[in-house]
C-alpha cells in the first residue's frame, strides 16, 4: 500500500455495525459462505517470504524476487484452469508486471473482477502489504476452481504490480481497456493489508458507484459478529483506476501505520496507541507480521463476496455501470493525454497535491498576466437522463480582498457557442478539494467540448487545481 494512503487521522469515518447479530453457524458452508482455507493462505506467505528470501530480502518492482512472485502466482493458476496473461510495462525501478487471471466460463460482458497488488517496497518482503491480499484472492481463486460452482458471471483476478510506485500496474491496466471492455466490469473489489497484527476491520466508503458492494460486504461483517468501520481511503489504493471511471468499487484493509484508539481497541482487541502494523513499510513485515485471525476473517469475505457475485444478476444486456465516465483520462494519470489545451497545466508537480494518484491539472499559479485551458471533445447521448460534468477543485491565492482578479471558468463549446457553466476566482477560494457538480441537459445528442479556462492579472498569484473530472450521462 503506497504511503501517502496511509496518514489517515481525520480521513477515518466511524460508521460501525450498530446491531450486532449472533454469528453464523460454523456448519457446512452455503452458497454465498465459503470457508477459505487460512492454512493455505498462510502457506502462500510463506511462499512468497522464501521468494524474497532469496531475491534480496523483497519483492520490489524491477527485482528479481517480483518476477518470481508473477511466476509463482502464474503456475498455480494456470494449474487450476485459469486463462493468464501477463501485461509488462516500463517504471522509473524498471520493468514490472500485472498478472490477470479468469475463470473461463461465465457471461463474458458481466465481470466481477478483484485485486490486490503484488509488489512490495525495497526494505522489505511485503507480507502483509501486500502478500496478505494477493495471498487472499490466490486461495479465493483457487478454491472457486475446486468447488464444481457453475458462475453466471465472469470472474476476472488481477495481481498489480508498481502500486508502491504510484498504483502504476493498475493505472495501466484500466487505461489500456478499450470503452467497451471497461463497461463490461461489473464491480471491483480491492484487497489492500488484510492481516495487520494489530487490526481492525474497515470496510472502504469513497465511491457512490460502490455502495452495494460495500453494504454486502458491512452486512456480511456483521453477520458474523464482526464490528467494523468506514473509512475513506480517497482513491489511494488500485481501485483509484476503476473508482475514476465510475465502475462500482469496494474493499476491506486491517491499517498500516495509524495507531489503533482506545475505542477501536475496545471494539476490536489488540493494543491502543500502537499501530495497527508496526512494520509497514518496513523489514520485519515478514511471514511472522500476520494477525492470522484478520486473516481469516478477511479470506472469507473475499469468498463469500466471489460466490456471491459470481450468480448475481446483472440482466441480460449490458449497459454501462451506474456513473460510467465519458471522459477519457479523467484524473490526469496519463499526462496530458486526451486533453487539448495549453503545455503545462497537467502536471505531477508536488507544490500543489492532487486529490488522488500523482497528476492533475493546475491552471494559474503564474502571479503574472497569462491565461491557461485544457479541453477535451465528449459525445452527451441523445438517451441520457440527467448528463453532469464534476470535478474536484481546490484553489489558493496571494490576493487579498474581495475584489475578482484571477479566475477560471468551466466552459462548454458547442458548436460555435460558447457557455460558462461557472466562473471561480481568487475570492472565496480553499485547499480542501471540494467537488462541483454542472448540468449538461442541454447538451443532449450533442457532441460538446468541456473546458477549463483561467485568466491571471499581472500580479500575485491564484491557483486552481482540478482533479477527478467526469462526464456521466445520470
Given amino acids: 500500500m503506497r504511503t501517502s494512503l496511509l496518514r489517515y487521522g481525520a480521513a477515518v469515518v466511524v460508521a460501525c455495525a450498530a446491531t450486532i447479530v449472533p454469528a453464523a453457524s460454523a456448519s457446512t458452508p452455503t452458497l454465498a459462505d465459503p470457508d477459505i482455507s487460512v492454512t493455505s493462505t498462510k502457506a502462500h506467505l510463506d ?9 534480496g530480502g ?10 518470481a512472485s508473477i511466476d509463482w502466482v502464474k503456475s ?15 517504471t522509473s525501478a524498471g520493468t514490472s508486471y500485472n498478472l490477470i487471471a479468469e475463470w473461463p466460463y461465465g457471461d463474458p460482458n458481466h465481470v466481477v473482477m478483484q485485486g490486490a497488488h503484488l509488489d512490495s517496497v525495497s526494505s522489505g518482503p511485503g507480507i502483509n502489504d501486500n502478500g496478505s491480499g494477493s495471498a487472499g484472492i490466490l486461495e479465493t481463486a483457487l478454491t472457486y476452481a475446486k468447488s464444481g460452482q457453475t458462475p453466471k458471471n ?8 508498481a502500486e508502491e510506485l504510484g498504483l502504476l500496474g493498475s493505472k495501466y491496466y484500466v487505461n489500456n481497456l478499450s470503452s467497451t471492455e471497461r463497461a463490461k466490469i461489473a464491480v471491483y473489489l480491492n484487497f489492500d493489508m488484510i492481516a495487520s497484527p494489530n487490526p481492525g476491520y474497515f470496510v472502504y466508503d469513497d465511491n457512490p458507484a460502490g455502495n452495494g458492494a460495500r453494504d454486502d460486504l458491512t452486512a456480511y461483517f456483521t453477520s458474523k459478529s464482526i464490528p467494523w468501520e468506514y473509512i475513506d481511503v480517497q482513491g489511494r489504493s488500485d481501485h483509484a483506476a476503476f473508482r475514476s471511471l465510475g465502475i462500482p468499487t469496494a474493499g476491506t484493509f486491517t491499517g498500516a501505520e495509524t ?6 481497541a475496545s471494539k476490536w482487541g489488540g493494543t491502543a496507541g500502537r499501530a495497527f502494523d508496526p512494520c509497514y513499510h518496513s523489514s520485519c513485515d515478514t511471514s511472522t507480521n500476520l ?16 460466490w456471491a457475485y459470481a450468480v448475481k444478476d446483472y440482466g441480460t444486456t449490458t449497459p454501462p455501470p451506474t456513473g460510467t465516465n465519458l471522459l477519457k483520462n479523467p484524473g490526469f494519470e496519463s499526462g496530458a493525454v486526451d486533453w487539448t489545451g495549453t503545455s503545462g497545466p497537467i502536471t505531477s508537480s508536488t507544490s500543489r497535491p492532487a486529490r488522488t494518484g500523482s497528476w492533475k491539472m493546475w491552471l494559474g499559479g503564474n502571479g503574472s498576466t497569462s491565461t491557461e485551458s485544457e479541453s477535451q471533445s465528449v459525445a452527451i447521448p441523445s438517451t441520457a437522463t440527467a448528463p453532469t460534468l464534476s470535478y474536484w477543485l481546490r484553489s489558493d491565492t496571494a490576493e487579498t480582498g474581495s475584489t475578482v482578479y484571477d479566475t477560471m471558468k468551466v466552459q462548454v463549446v458547442s458548436g460555435t457557442t460558447t457557455t460558462t457553466l461557472a466562473t471561480h476566482s481568487n475570492v472565496g477560494t480553499s485547499t480542501t478539494y471540494a467537488q462541483k457538480t454542472l448540468d449538461l441537459s442541454a447538451y443532449k445528442g450533442k457532441t460538446i467540448t468541456v473546458k477549463f479556462a483561467s485568466t491571471e492579472d499581472s500580479s500575485l498569484q491564484t491557483s486552481f487545481v482540478v482533479d477527478d473530472t467526469s ?3 445520470g
Avoid at 512468497?48 to 531475491?55: R, V
Avoid at 498455480?76 to 516500463?90: E, I, N, R, W
Avoid at 495507531?259 to 477501536?264: C, F, G, I, L, V
Fill in 154 to 161: 465472469r470472474l476476472r483476478f488481477g495481481f498489480w504490480g
Fill in 76 to 90: 498455480k493458476l494456470d494449474a487450476a484452469g485459469y486463462t493468464t496473461t501477463v501485461q509488462s510495462f516500463s
Fill in 259 to 264: 495507531t489503533k484508539t482506545s475505542a477501536q
Fill in 471 to 473: 462526464v456521466t450521462t
Fill in 291 to 306: 494477525d492470522l485471525t484478520a486473516l481469516d476473517r478477511n479470506i472469507d469475505a473475499i469468498g463469500h463476496m466471489t
Fill in 58 to 67: 523483497n519483492r520490489y518492482t524491477g527485482r528479481s524476487g517480483y518476477k
Fill in 47 to 55: 511462499q512468497l517470504q522464501s521468494i524474497a528470501n532469496a531475491n
